[in-house]
């Protein structure tokens, strides 16, 4: 990878020994740039310097683009060697420090977003900052180099004051963190109002959520909560805005139609013209939403959706030693989108098919800096009631015509590929895997999910089970952070449901202790950042389900599963409760941007039912048909496990919804609620029927 960024007329700075592409794109800036750590912090100490920590990620556009404008510049470059100690951070390596920053511009009044530049004290306090600087004065925004030379002249002339308001906004920070538990619950009507708000932006021509002016970014937690809305309220409504959200997304040129993937996010309200970057943790949630939305609807473009993206992330994302890379870039050559358009004369050359070309929208004017993003439309239908669907002919020469197209644009330059491994984004993987193996039944889901999970085991876990935060280039580095943990845990918990070997249910809770080790606050809440961080002047607790779910949010689902499975049960409830009600002005005032959460609060205020399935060693296939039943069945609050009676008794101690379960003479299954068990039964049928009482 370093060879992409050697530049013969520059010498490297500090960051070439890095392994984060993003720093190695700034390996060869005349700016002298310093990684995050103690000898950035020593220097400004040492020289009375401010620290520029400028935060951003190798998929970022306008990163590349303040790159070039600025770092790359050498009057920016002088201004910034002589008077700042200069750090570049990798926000997905260190997201509790971005959060941190972020949180700092917020308090500024201040519109956040990448890249995050912030004017720290040596003791790495918060001054100001800003996000994307012109290098001149333009768009209402001060030139960079002018804003360098005013807080340079202001740490000379008014030193005091600035330091002052720093610490001020560090001590602001720190006490905007509540420390005590939450006393009352969110309120019980928040459900039917978040759906209601749901219905009021959703886009009934295009789409999706209308939550801004422009923008739309891929709900896709949104979608999944609004599918278990469905299941326990039967609105039928809230299944027809999640499926045609998803088959917008899916048909729209936010993704990509010959190669597979969902973009970022769309700069328009059609889904047209997408900010190109392809994130792994966009594609995973996408994947979970679509096999939930299967489940409850079998409509077979969903599993058609579901194999293409996983098909693509086999083939573009998967690294050669097992995991999964984090992103892929929007610029390629220096332009954005670049790799993904098609001229009309292009595409005719390729593909001589007017059906097809009418198909994907190509015309001669195009969509897109005169050249044309492919997309599906979808205007004045209703997919959900209207059942859109393709001859089987012309998918068949979609399919071929596809494969052209993918064939040529394989010889052009592709973006970057961010190729380090982030933990918690491959457990997202993971899990949207396991869930699209229940969802489709297709075994290689599965086992795509085991060897990515065991790559995590090998390369990110050490030998004393804390995990690291990312891998790339045989390292292995920093500490993991609540959502690394908890996805993890959650990752473990369901391989364990479905392979039946206790590795992953200890693993699972090994994982657990640490976090409860070292991550669990006074307030019930959990901290971002391990208690062994000690570079932070703020621990925060974080709740808000941005571009992935918080680590609350998922810990809250483990505990559910957790208490479902008769382990501490009660403990468990009252962890996931607490979590809910740290975080219920939240959840009341903005439930919107808590999805995640918001649907576990959902399973626990519907109670759980408990599912154990007991078997002889020689009556496996007697419980197939169970297995498949509550694989395809929606039932969000159901816990269970399936087991052989032998094995069932050696894990019995640990999992008390195994205690005293035999398996008769071929198999029984237990349902229970609250851990009162009805009269075992065998077969499907009767087990669906006793589910259904209990529910």
Known sequence: MRGNFLQA?????????????????????????????????????????????????????????????????????????????????????????????????????????????????????????????????????????EVLLLVEQAWRNQREELIQAAADLADYLRNSEKTEEGSELPDKDVFERTVSTYKKVYDPNFFGFKMNQQNKFPPSMA??????????????????????TAYAMKSGGIYDQIGGGLCRYSTDHEWLVPHFEKMLYDNSLFLSALSGLFIATRHSFLAESIEDIVHYIRRDMSLDQGGIASAEDADSEGEEGKFYVWSEKEFDSLVADEEIKNYWNVTEEGNFEEKNILNIYFSGKNPYRDNISLTETFQEKLKLKRQILLDERSKRIRPLRDDKVITAWNCLYIKALVQCFRATNNETYLKDALHVYHFLLSHLRDKNGFLFRRYREKEARFPGNLTDYAEFVMASLMLFQETMSSQFFHTAMETLNIIETHFASPAGAYYESISTNNDLIVRSIEGYDGVEPSGNSTLAHVFLLLSGLGIEPSKHWDKAGKIFSYFRKEINTNSLSYPSMLDAYLIWSKGLVEVAVIYKQDHIEDVKEILDGLHSHSYPNVAWVIMEEEHAKHLSSEIPLLQGRGAGDTHLVYVCKNLACAAPVTGWEATKQLITQSL
């Open 223 to 244: 979608l999944s909560f609004l599918v278990h809305y469905h299941h326990f309220f039967r609105d039928e409504a809230a299944l027809e805005i999640a499926f045609n």
């Open 9 to 145: 007329d520059r010498k490297p700075n500090h960051l070439i020994h890095e392994k984060s592409p993003y720093l190695l794109q700034h390996a060869y800036n005349p700016v002298d740039w310093y990684a995050w750590g103690d000898e950035a912090f020593e220097k400004a100490r040492t020289e009375d310097k401010i620290i520029l920590l400028s935060i951003g990620y190798s998929t970022c556009h306008w990163c590349h683009v303040m790159e070039k404008e600025s770092f790359e510049d050498d009057k920016t470059a002088e201004i910034l060697n002589r008077h700042f100690v200069a750090i570049k951070l990798d926000r997905e390596e260190r997201p509790d420090i971005d959060k941190l920053y972020m949180d700092a511009l917020h308090a500024m009044g201040q519109q956040g977003g990448w890249p995050l530049n912030l004017f720290l004290t040596p003791n790495k306090e918060p001054i100001l900052g800003g996000t994307y600087f012109p290098p001149e004065n333009r768009y209402g925004r001060k030139g960079f180099k």
